[in-house]
């Protein structure tokens, strides 16, 4: 049970768009749709923002989106502010009803 | 309010035991999964074991696997967690969180506790 892979950090000014990787193998994130995303501020506990690959939960800004392919999903957060600046990780359903997260990224508005 | 709440952290020696409970409210408890997550210090999300709404159905990261054990009691709306032979890697918060089993949305998460494995 390795974790998924996502970059240690990314970085945008004010306004711009990111997109953070999260790549897995065939065997978990390639070959299932449930692939959600999780904001954390320091202290706090993670936040869903993204699930099903691309849904939004209600309240989430849709400055946030989601999309997969292959063994590679992506968050992209556009129209960066300064409360965006927090930890985001990915997870996947992986095989036998276990699941995985990956190592998380720093995002850091400049 | 619906929230989860965790308790029972603390520190403890190497090769000791502890138990985590998750208790919630206002919502159908019985009618939802729920994960154990936990966070080593300054390090990423790990995901540790599930129960189906249940409890019939368990399962474990092999970090974990054989020693710790998730169960939970529908009846007074709690989720625990037994760690034995607990190490210093075990050291984290601890959250429990529901999910939501038809898009496997981790939706609501408790606000954590601590757990210091340390002589």
């Known amino acids: 049970q390795s974790a998924l892979t996502q970059p240690a950090s990314v970085s945008g000014s004010p306004g711009q768009s990111i997109t953070i990787s999260c790549t897995g193998t065939s065997s978990d994130l390639g070959s299932y749709n449930l692939v959600s995303w999780y904001q954390q501020h320091p202290g706090k506990a993670p936040k869903l923002m993204i699930y099903?690959?691309?849904k939004r939960p209600s309240g989430v800004s849709n400055r946030f989106s989601g999309s997969k392919s292959g063994n590679t999903a992506s968050l992209t957060i556009s129209g960066l502010q300064a409360e965006d600046e927090a930890g985001y990780y990915c997870?996947?359903?992986?095989?036998?009803?276990?699941?995985?997260f990956g190592g998380g990224t720093r995002l850091t508005v400049l | 309010q619906v929230q989860l709440v965790e308790s029972g952290g603390g520190v403890v020696q190497p090769g000791r035991s502890l138990r985590l409970s998750c208790a919630a409210s206002?919502?159908?408890?019985?009618?939802?999964?729920i994960h154990w997550v936990r966070q080593a210090p300054g390090k990423g999300l790990e995901w540790v074991a599930i129960i189906s709404y249940d409890g019939t159905n368990r399962y474990y990261a092999d970090s974990v696997k054989g020693r710790f054990t998730i169960s939970r009691d529908n009846s007074k709306n709690t989720l625990f967690l037994q760690m034995n032979s607990l190490r210093a890697e075990d050291t984290a918060v601890y959250y429990c969180?529901?999910?939501?089993?038809?898009?496997?949305?981790?939706?609501?998460w408790g606000q954590g506790t601590m757990v210091t494995v340390s002589s």
């Open positions: 206002g919502f159908t408890f019985s009618s939802y999964p």
């Open positions: 969180a529901r999910v939501r089993w038809n898009d496997g949305a981790f939706d609501m």
């Open positions: 997870c996947s359903y992986a095989t036998r009803s276990t699941w995985m």
């Open positions: 099903e690959v691309n």
